[in-house]
């Protein structure tokens, strides 16, 4: 089995690495973009920038899917607002 380096692990346990998954958005940007911000900076940090539209949709989307299954709504009552 092929090991990475503890470069890859978390800060936490010593090495760089402040992200703990990958996401579309974190794949498409610029390499010294995503080093910044998963490497250099913490989640807390990354949490204080500013959010852009697609990430602001994302958000949403998620949040009227995950309260669609959670709490067994429609459509129709997320755009309502029913929770």
């Not at 807390?44 to 009227?64: H, P, T, W, Y």
Request: hydrophobic share 35%; net charge positive.
């Amino acid at each position: 089995m092929k090991t990475i380096g503890k470069e890859w692990t978390r800060k936490e346990e010593g090495g760089t690495f402040t992200a703990d998954h990958l996401s579309p958005s974190q794949l498409n940007k610029n390499m010294d973009h995503w080093f910044n911000d998963y490497v250099v900076l913490t989640a807390e940090q990354r949490k204080s920038l500013f959010s852009n539209l697609n990430m602001d949709c994302g958000a949403i989307v998620g949040q009227a899917v995950q309260d669609m299954i959670v709490h067994k709504l429609t459509v129709k009552e997320v755009m309502k607002g029913k929770k």
